[in-house]
Every structure is written in C-alpha cells, then in structure tokens.
C-alpha cells in the first residue's frame, strides 16, 4: 500500500500565528484526504482534493494538492485556540499520516 | 440524520481474552471501514467492506482479528486472543454513495488490554 509521510509531528503556535502541516507519499495519489481529530474525539472529515494543483478554501483553511499528486499540504491562517487538535492527511487506499499534533497559545 | 454507532465505548480485558465490537454505519452507507488507531498515531486500515463483500483486508491480523459485515449493514471486529499491543482505539467509519470519499466516523471503542 501507499506510504504516507506527514510532518511535523508536533506544532505549537501562539495564538494569531499561521500553521502549515505537510504530507507526503511515495507514490502518486488519485486523492487525498484531511481530517481533524480534536483531543479524545474521532476524525471529522475536513476535504478531499482530487485534481492536480487544486486548491480549496475553508475559510482560514487552505489546502493544497501538488501538481505531481505526491503531496498536500494544510494552511490555517490566524489559528485560533479552537484549531487545537491532530490534522491527519489520508490517501485514496484509507493510508494515513501519523498526523501533525497542534497546540495554541492562546 | 444519525451518525456511525459503535459500542461499546470503553472495554478493559486481559491478554488472552477475547473481546468484540459492534458498529452500526449510518443509513444508506454500503461501504464499512474498522481502524485501528495506537495512541499517537494516525488511523491504521484493518479492513473495508462493500456492502458484506470485503474489499481490503492486507492489513488485518487474521491469526486473530476477524470481522464480518453478514447483511451488509452493521459490524462486528473480534479478537481472539487478546494482546498487549491491540490496546487502542478501534474506529468504524462509513461512506455513502452520494459523497464517496467522505469518511464519517464513529466515537471508537477504547481498548485496553491488561
């Protein structure tokens, strides 16, 4: 199956400040996941992207599918303290990220 | 609308034991999934049903790990015997035709195996 690779494992940010988390896979993906899981919940399903260089926008969220479709990446601007939580990418196989953990300052 | 049930929510057994679990996807949903998730890390796939036919299993250990999905609509994951290593929180998630490739996930059952 797919490996998918996510980095970083931890983030801390002040409160304000910007938070990318990156994931990577060892093979081209025909889509890619995000998810949210906040401390002690389940995932909650955020977006899928399918097309090469897509990119879509949920509200301070912006994520982002690379042109080879190796790739993705999720851009929360001005997090805020309700962002707190492990944002994991998955692939089309149901392969996920260890997921980049998030904590803010407030 | 009623989202992915599982039970129970909490489950603490010795190793050796055998311990099953149950889901109920949400309506409609022909596709099951049951995850493994290991304290700090992401979702590890065990294995995918389409209706009651399995689609994915590569990564269920079927010396003990067992599933079946017989009319297509709720689950059951067993395991038989228990080790110290499936402590974890087993997730069920359904998709329905409709948005393929949402993923709605259920609470999770909390494992521990003493």
């Known amino acids: 199956g797919q490996q998918v690779m996510q980095i970083p494992q931890y983030q801390h940010v002040q409160e304000g400040e910007d938070f990318t988390t990156y994931c990577n896979s060892s093979?081209?993906?025909?889509?890619i996941q995000w998810y949210k899981q906040r401390p002690g919940g389940h995932p909650v399903f955020l977006i899928q992207?399918?097309?090469?260089?897509e990119v879509k926008k949920q509200k301070r969220l912006t994520f982002q599918f690379g042109e080879a479709k190796k790739n993705s990446s999720l851009h929360i601007t001005a997090t805020q303290t309700t962002d707190v939580g492990t944002y994991f990418c998955?692939?089309?196989?149901?392969?996920f990220g260890a997921g980049t953990r998030l904590t803010v300052k407030p | 609308e009623a989202g992915v049930a599982q039970s129970p929510r909490y489950k603490i057994i010795e190793k050796r034991q055998s311990v099953a679990f149950w889901c109920n996807p949400i309506s409609g949903h022909a596709t099951l999934y049951w995850y493994q998730q290991i304290l700090g890390q992401g979702p590890k796939l065990l294995i995918q049903?389409?209706?009651?036919?399995?689609?994915?299993d590569s990564q269920l250990p079927k010396d003990r790990f067992s599933a079946e999905r017989l009319k297509g609509v709720d689950s059951t994951l067993k395991i038989q015997p228990a080790k110290l290593e499936d402590s974890a929180v087993y997730l069920c998630a359904s998709t329905g035709l409709a948005d393929i490739g949402t993923q709605y996930f259920g609470p999770g059952t909390r494992l521990l195996v003493l």
């Open positions: 998955g692939s089309n196989d149901m392969r």
């Open positions: 049903f389409q209706n009651n036919g399995v689609v994915d």
């Open positions: 992207l399918v097309k090469s260089g």
């Open positions: 093979t081209t993906l025909s889509n």
